[in-house]
T-cell receptor
């Protein structure tokens, strides 16, 4: 049973436009969320996180939005650049539970020049 | 600081054999987690070690085991390899004292079972 779902396996965007990657979760105990980016032949690298006490967190071109009532979060990349082409993983953890984040299956983002 | 290192980077084994993968965490990090990544399955958690003790365990068969040494380096062992064990095995380290600690991943070991 997937507790963290990334329903779009891939996304194609034009350079300069906005990329929106979506993530849904089912476990209401999750209260800390992360996004990781992964290039081929490399391990995932941390991108941005958000706690459930917030509904938005920004870091440069990257913004994560959290809608707790819908159990949904999204990652916005503005403007998108070709170097952003990678697989993006959403992850969630319960700060009152184990230390281990649960990952989604990833969304492959391709940014066309 | 040096990042997380994993050895070997690539490995080819045959069914029935066993394999040991190694992970050296970032200096000062006490938590090491192992994940299996297969196409379309995302990252599946195997286990986590903290200060030489297994603190968390995922839903994998007993053929998958691990250990952590006093210097926080960790090894993962898979016995009686099956074709389905072909995957990218990722190791991640973190300080391990807070649940919100960021995990830093190594480049992975690509295991192919023939």
């Amino acid at each position: 049973d997937q507790q963290v779902k990334q329903n779009s396996p891939s996304l194609s965007v034009q350079e300069g436009r906005i990329s929106i990657l979506n993530c849904d979760y089912t476990n209401s105990m999750f209260d800390y969320f992360l996004w990781y980016k992964k290039y081929p032949a490399e391990g995932p690298t941390f991108l941005i996180s958000i706690s459930s006490i917030k509904d938005k967190n920004e870091d440069g071109r990257f913004t994560v939005f959290l809608n707790k009532s819908a159990k949904h979060l999204s990652l916005h990349i503005v403007p998108s650049q070709p170097g952003d082409s990678a697989v993006y993983f959403c992850a969630a953890s319960a700060t009152g539970g184990s230390y281990i984040p649960t990952f989604g299956r990833g969304t492959s983002l391709i940014v066309h020049p | 600081k040096a990042g997380v290192t994993q050895t070997p980077r690539y490995l080819i084994k045959t069914r029935g054999q066993q394999v040991t993968l190694s992970c050296s965490p970032i200096s000062g990090h006490r938590s090491v987690s192992w994940y299996q990544q297969t196409p379309g399955q995302g990252l599946q958690f195997l286990f986590e070690y903290f200060s030489e003790t297994q603190r968390n365990k995922g839903n994998f068969p007993g053929r998958f085991s691990g250990r952590q040494f006093s210097n926080s380096r960790s090894e993962m062992n898979v016995s009686t390899l099956e074709l389905g064990d072909s995957a990218l095995y990722l190791c991640a380290s973190s300080p391990g004292s807070e649940i919100t600690d960021t995990q830093y991943f190594g480049p992975g070991t690509r295991l192919t079972v023939l």
